[in-house]
């Protein structure tokens, strides 16, 4: 009866070969790296990187200086913006000619959208990259109001809130 009775033995050799497992994979996912160059089956080779950088070329189109009284109440604060626009080499003749014969009609959508900023809002680099952002979304809904623009950022070259 007590040999029926006995509760049966812990497997051990489960947790044996469990262990040996685990130990067995880290071990292999720690060699990984030694034997094979992991970051060159994800990263494109210099030569292609430097291909890249050398197809991107880019021209700078010089746009001019826009002024405006910022929003603050009884405190008189404005900005001042020198203002060009990066555009791609091919593009510059174009953009060149759009902008030039449009800068009235972009000069007055800056000035609408930078008059309703407070010192806050331009303030900071945060502040510095938005109102990159917004005063590219509009100079693109005044020179390409179907889409399609050859305008990749509007740059600083001056950029002063007093």
């Excluded at 303030?123 to 623009?149: C, H, I, K």
Aim: aromatic share 6%; with cysteine.
């Amino acid at each position: 009866m007590s040999a029926a009775a006995a509760p049966p033995a812990p497997k051990k050799g489960k947790k044996l070969l469990f262990l040996v497992v685990c130990v067995v994979f880290t071990a292999a996912g720690a060699a990984l790296p030694m034997v094979v160059d992991v970051q060159s089956l994800f990263a494109k080779s210099k030569a292609e990187k430097s291909k890249e950088k050398k197809d991107a070329k880019t021209a700078i189109v010089p746009f001019g200086d826009v002024v405006v009284n910022l929003s603050e109440g009884r405190a008189q604060r404005y900005l001042r913006v020198k203002i060009a626009f990066l555009v791609d080499w091919e593009a510059e003749k174009e953009v060149t000619d759009l902008v030039n014969k449009k800068k009235a009609a972009i000069k007055s959508a800056m000035i609408s959208h930078l008059a309703g900023k407070t010192l806050d809002s331009v303030s900071g680099s945060a502040g510095v990259a938005r109102t990159q952002r917004e005063l590219l979304e509009r100079t693109d809904e005044v020179l390409y109001p179907e889409g399609d623009s050859r305008i990749k950022a509007v740059l600083f070259e001056e950029y002063v809130v007093q």
